[in-house]
């Protein structure tokens, strides 16, 4: 029984880590085809419009849309509280050179801000990238 039992101890993380991949490696590609079939969209608008006469919108080549500063705030925010909860959680559960770990996710978070506001600042009179 202590054999079956050791097997399976190695098994429990060895399958966690190959599924964690796996999961990776299906969000990375799902997530390229649709960057690819919105691509496709906006090549067959661009053309439409060539077609009708019409210019067609440099806006429209942008494939991230005007959603990424405003995703670096809501990230920032998010990993910011989470790094400073998961902090003080450490602290009280284990001693204070394990609860310094906490401290990764809310540096994370606050470089995301950073950068928001540095994209902001840069877009010029205080509006975010893509809104008006």
Not at 3 to 22: C, K, R
Not at 66 to 71: C, D, I, L, S, T
């Amino acid at each position: 029984m202590d054999n079956a039992e050791a097997l399976l101890a190695l098994f429990i993380p060895l399958f966690a880590i190959v599924f964690g991949v796996a999961v990776a490696i299906v969000s990375i590609v799902t997530s390229h085809r649709a960057k690819l079939k919105r691509a496709e969209f906006l090549h067959r608008e661009r053309l439409a419009a060539i077609e009708k006469g019409m210019e067609p919108q440099p806006e429209a080549l942008d494939l991230d849309g005007a959603k990424r500063p405003v995703f670096m705030l809501r990230s920032g925010l998010v990993g910011l509280f989470v790094g400073i909860v998961l902090y003080f959680a450490l602290r009280q559960v284990a001693d204070e050179d394990i609860a310094l770990f906490g401290l990764i996710p809310a540096a994370i978070g606050m470089a995301n801000l950073i950068a928001h506001f540095v994209e902001r600042k840069k877009n010029g009179n205080g509006t975010v990238a893509g809104r008006d």
